[in-house]
């Protein structure tokens, strides 16, 4: 920056004097380089006192700043106005000294300008680095925390059920559930909660959630997969749909005698201007790329209150969901939750269809 700031001073210096007035003798030419070089060393004393300045009040640093290109125009003046001397005889040269310190003064002025604008836009830099990082550290924190969550309420409800069947001597049952349980934890920990998997995978894991349940339901508990080839290969938050399945087994299978089913439904499908009346969150917009449809509906009766937020009971599982899913994607996600009639719900999630990172 010092040698492309001097070399085209001095570039401007013999087209706009030497050239425009004719005047590009040797010496003329070679004072235009030489004053260039002098400037060049007296910046880099200048370039030291700013550094050494640059932890003190404002103030402070606009005065020494001020007080030092004086004293460095000064000198460059009077260096370059020997060297000329030493060059080119004139005998009224020091009679001008006036205009040659003006110049001096605005060139040294512009070099401080250019000086503190880079090592503000540096300072800009490192600043704007830091906020990302911290915001990516949150971010990661935040994903970590909600996914989390999810362990400790699935596994009070397991371990519930299987210190019921304990009770009631069902040791083969217990002992499966517990072999089951301990191979949807490995996934669990296995996964990491901040990079996501395909839909596939996601299901492989729901299927090792339903064993686990269908020891405790049995018949009472169907399930369907109706997933696209397509739609396998989606990536999406680990664990996202499982809430989803806990719900509804907890509210439409387990509070009916006759038990009910659950139908997971998966599509990618073009992104279309959507008119949602239901319960939602999310900011609509005229879609230009593939989406990733996932719905599930079971059969049991619906929310109790208009949105999941006010609801008590499914509310949990379903915030959780959303937070992630806001993390994820900005707005760029559709959340709705839709009661049947006479009896069901659905819920569809809508985020971008990516396949690779």
Aim: some cysteine; hydrophobic content about 40%.
């Amino acid at each position: 920056m010092q040698f492309m700031f001097w070399f085209g001073l001095s570039v401007i210096s013999f087209l706009s004097l030497s050239l425009w007035y004719a005047t590009a003798d040797w010496g003329q030419t070679l004072h235009t380089l030489l004053q260039s070089i002098e400037g060049l060393i007296l910046s880099i004393v200048l370039h030291y006192v700013f550094i050494n300045i640059w932890e003190k009040p404002l103030l402070c640093r606009i005065f020494i700043s001020l007080v030092s290109v004086i004293f460095i125009a000064t000198a460059w003046t009077l260096i370059r106005m020997l060297t000329f001397t030493m060059l080119i005889d004139s005998d009224d040269l020091w009679g001008q000294f006036g205009g040659w310190y003006f110049s001096s003064i605005f060139v040294f002025l512009c070099w401080s300008a250019l000086h503190y604008s880079i090592n503000y836009y540096q300072l800009l830099q490192v600043e704007h680095r830091r906020t990302l990082t911290a915001e990516n550290l949150a971010k990661e924190s935040q994903l970590k925390m909600l996914r989390y969550q999810l362990n400790p309420h699935f596994l009070f409800n397991t371990l519930n059920t299987i210190s019921a069947l304990i009770q009631i001597d069902e040791t083969k049952k217990s002992q499966e559930m517990l072999q089951k349980l301990s191979k949807f934890l490995r996934f669990s920990l296995d996964s990491d909660p901040i990079k996501p998997i395909t839909l596939e995978q996601e299901i492989n894991a729901l299927k090792l959630y339903l064993d686990i349940e269908k020891i405790r339901f049995d018949d009472r508990l169907t399930m369907y997969f109706d997933v696209q080839e397509d739609a396998k290969m989606a990536l999406l938050p680990s664990l996202l749909l499982q809430p989803l399945l806990e719900n509804s087994i907890k509210y439409a299978i387990a509070e009916a005698e006759s038990g009910g089913h659950i139908t997971l439904c998966a599509k990618v499908e073009p992104e279309t201007t959507h008119d949602i009346k239901e319960t939602q969150t999310t900011n609509n917009k005229k879609q230009t790329h593939r989406k990733l449809n996932i719905q599930v509906t079971d059969s049991g009766p619906g929310m109790k209150t208009h949105t999941y937020n006010d609801d008590q009971h499914r509310g949990v599982g379903l915030r959780n969901i959303v937070e992630r899913l806001e993390v994820h994607y900005k707005n760029q996600y559709n959340f709705v939750v839709t009661n049947l009639t006479p009896q069901g719900l659905t819920i569809r999630i809508t985020i971008p269809y990516i396949t690779h990172l």
